[in-house]
T-cell receptor, first 113, second 118 residues
């Protein structure tokens, strides 16, 4: 997987928006950008993924820079249940290796009441 | 949505015994599943790729004779930690992708299995 860089930690207040950045300057043209999160003592959970265009789903939005060298996961209104480690990952595209993820340290998101 | 389930959620065993952890895809078929290990305050580390009907592929440094993987059906992969020792205590997590989602879609993770070896 191409390398990604994320801040170690971020803090937010409940009901405020959160912008989680990710740098992936070595991204290739076929790399999708995936975000997963891991709540304490649970397996990771899919959040969102995209290729070039910004993406929205019920959990979050993904804003992808025009040059694709960075992206931002946006939680529109943080709740206490959003406190987790957020991972930005660029899985190998296609082939039998798809699904074989390299997890970095991710960003620990703390949400204050 | 697609679900991956692991069993047991947690297990405590004595040193020297073997422990089997199951990973099931509940509503989709998965020819490939992945096993990860996570130590406290660390990130997930891929251990092996489980392939239905063939041998698993292990990552460098992972002992294949110690961590036996069997993927006998399209919905079940098992990880057996043989002759477990305290240093094998960890959080084991499996993942799978829905083949129908192609090779770019989301991946699904189990809830994790916490192994404690006394």
């Amino acid at each position: 997987d191409a390398k990604t860089t994320q801040p170690n930690s971020m803090e937010s207040n409940e009901e405020e928006p959160v912008h989680l950045p990710c740098n992936h300057s070595t991204i290739s043209g076929t790399d999708y950008i995936h975000w997963y999160r891991q709540l304490p003592s649970q397996g990771p959970e899919y959040v969102i993924h995209g290729l070039t265009s910004n993406v929205n789903n019920r959990m979050a939005s993904l804003a992808i820079a025009e040059d694709r060298k960075s992206s931002t996961l946006i939680l529109h209104r943080a709740t206490l249940r959003d406190a987790a480690v957020y991972y930005c990952i660029l899985p190998l595209a296609g082939g039998t290796s798809y699904g074989k993820l390299t997890f970095g340290q991710g960003t620990i998101l703390t949400v204050h009441p | 949505g697609a679900v991956v389930s692991q069993h047991p959620s947690w297990v405590i065993c004595k040193s020297g015994t073997s422990v089997k952890i199951e990973c099931r895809s509940l509503d989709f078929q998965a020819t490939t599943m992945f096993w990860y290990r996570q130590f406290p305050k660390q990130s997930l580390m891929l251990m092996a790729t489980s392939n239905e009907g063939s041998k698993a592929t292990y990552e460098q440094g992972v002992e294949k004779d110690k961590f036996l993987i069997n993927h006998a059906s399209l919905t079940l992969s098992t990880l057996t930690v043989t002759s477990a020792h305290p240093e094998d205590s960890s959080f084991y997590i499996c993942s799978a992708r829905d083949e129908a989602g192609g090779k770019t879609g989301e991946l699904f993770f189990g809830e994790g299995s916490r192994l404690t070896v006394l």
